[in-house]
Structures are given as structure tokens and as C-alpha cells.
């Protein structure tokens, strides 16, 4: 059975910053494509952040470039989202999430293309 779980979130002040975890179990990580999602109360799910699978191309949404970086270890099956310069808007409840997708260009279009999906870890940045 595949199962995410996410850690590393928590509370930081504006500029701050964490790195969050996503480890997998019942298969091998780098075989799929990773995503990382927020959520932000009352708002949609957004794309943040993705990982192919076979090539290890990256894609990264407009509000985060720059300032977030994501990097797999396939000998720990972990994936990881080091967030840096951080800022009250990004406030959200993270989740990674496992899927097939070859191309960068569909990361974000859709949850859909995801099969798997962890609880997700909360991340607050505020003063």
C-alpha cells in the first residue's frame, strides 16, 4: 500500500524558514512524480512545487520561485521541500502527493493526475 507522510512543518516568523518532509512507504518514490500542494484555509488547493519521476525535472509555482527548493533522496525514499524567505502568505496545511505524470507541464493542472496523497503538516509564518 503506497502511504505518504508528511513532517517539518511548524511556526516561523516571517523570513524564516523550514524544511519540510514527505517519506514514502510500499514503494519506491523515485519511480513516481512528487508534488507538494497547500492549502490555505478558505481558499483552493494550490500547485507549490513538483518532482518527475524519471527525469527529475522541477517545476515550481510563480509565488514561491526563488524562495523554495525541491530535491528527492532516493536512498532515504524522501522527498524534500526546503522553504526559505518565508512569508505570512504562505500559511497553509502542506501534502505531497504521488502520481505517474511524465511532464512538468501537467504538475499543477490537476489533483487528478495524483493517486496518492498524505495527511499533510501545517505551516504557519507569522511574528
Known amino acids: 500500500q503506497l502511504q505518504l507522510v508528511e513532517s517539518g512543518g511548524g511556526l516561523v516568523q516571517p523570513g524564516g524558514s523550514l524544511r519540510l518532509s514527505c517519506a514514502a512507504s510500499?514503494?519506491?518514490?523515485?519511480?513516481?512524480?512528487i508534488a507538494w500542494f497547500r492549502q490555505a484555509p478558505g481558499k483552493e488547493r494550490e500547485g507549490v512545487s513538483c518532482i518527475i519521476r524519471s527525469s527529475g525535472s522541477t517545476a515550481y509555482a510563480d509565488s514561491v520561485k526563488g524562495r523554495f527548493t525541491i530535491s528527492r533522496d532516493n536512498a532515504k525514499n524522501t522527498v524534500y521541500l526546503q522553504m526559505n524567505s518565508l512569508k505570512p502568505e504562505d500559511t497553509a496545511i502542506y501534502y505531497c502527493?504521488?502520481?505517474?505524470?511524465?511532464?512538468?507541464?501537467?504538475?499543477?493542472?490537476?489533483?487528478?493526475?495524483?493517486?496518492?496523497w498524505g495527511h499533510g503538516t501545517q505551516v504557519t509564518v507569522s511574528s
Open positions: 502527493a504521488a502520481g505517474r505524470l511524465l511532464l512538468v507541464s501537467r504538475c499543477f493542472a490537476s489533483s487528478t493526475e495524483y493517486t496518492s
Open positions: 510500499g514503494f519506491t518514490l523515485d519511480r513516481y512524480t
